[in-house]
């Protein structure tokens, strides 16, 4: 099974938005409403930012939207913040198989 | 609030077994509801799904290193465990536990992760 595929970096300004891309197959992010996405900051666990496509946990600020189109899903960050800086992965679930992506590292300007 | 905690050596040896432990406080281990999974980040590199067991023992693993991992789970203590065989040096990664959701799939609560080093 090979990693979900996402833009090696994305940036932007404060007050901008960023939208990162995670493209898998009909198997994994095409074919179930699991997508999900964490953000890392450097020498910290990834933390959970989105839940099935576009559900957001407790506590995560309404600026992270998630969506899915095919086999494609993406994160908007809005309204870009200084602290919004880290690296951003997808996941999928793939039957009974767990899928992350390549990670995207975001930049604000 | 629930907490997972790494365990374990944090060097090991080529072509020896890799063994950690995740402690779980603030929540049973036996929840009907939830998955338990190990995930692990070479340096500087992305994340890798390891494996992911229930607390009845059912086990999924990851296809590519399904031949070397054996998860196991002890309710008694609360714990789960991870073992990865005949270890190389792109075994060296931090190794996170992490509770899973049985609906959603996602990773709510993560350990700290902890770093194991192969080399002799």
């Known amino acids: 099974q090979s990693a979900l595929t996402q833009p090696p970096s994305a940036s932007g300004s404060p007050g901008q938005s960023v939208t990162i891309s995670c493209t898998g197959t009909?198997?994994?992010?095409?074919?179930?409403?699991?997508v999900s996405w964490y953000q890392q900051h450097p020498g910290k666990a990834p933390k959970l930012m989105i839940y099935?496509?576009?559900k957001r946990p407790s506590g995560v600020p309404d600026r992270f939207s998630g969506s899915k189109s095919g086999n494609t899903a993406s994160l908007t960050v809005s309204g870009l913040q200084a602290e919004d800086e880290a690296d951003y992965y997808c996941s999928s679930y793939a039957g009974h198989n767990n899928l992350f992506g390549t990670g995207t590292k975001v930049t604000v300007l | 609030q629930l907490q997972l905690q790494e365990s374990g050596p944090g060097l090991v040896k080529p072509s020896e077994t890799l063994s950690l432990s995740c402690t779980v406080s603030g929540g049973s281990i036996s929840s009907s509801t939830y998955y338990w999974g190990w995930i692990r980040q070479p340096p500087g590199k992305g994340l890798e799904w390891i494996g992911t067991?229930?607390?009845?023992?059912?086990?999924y693993y990851n296809p590519s290193l399904k031949s070397r991992v054996t998860m196991s789970v002890d309710t008694s203590k609360n714990q789960f465990s991870l073992k990865v065989s005949s270890v190389t040096a792109a075994d060296t990664a931090v190794y996170y536990c992490a509770r899973q959701g049985l609906y959603n799939y996602d990773y709510d609560y993560w350990g700290q992760g902890t770093l194991v080093t192969v080399s002799s």
């Open positions: 067991i229930y607390y009845t023992g059912t086990t």
């Open positions: 009909s198997s994994d992010v095409g074919g179930y409403n699991y």
């Open positions: 099935e496509v576009n």
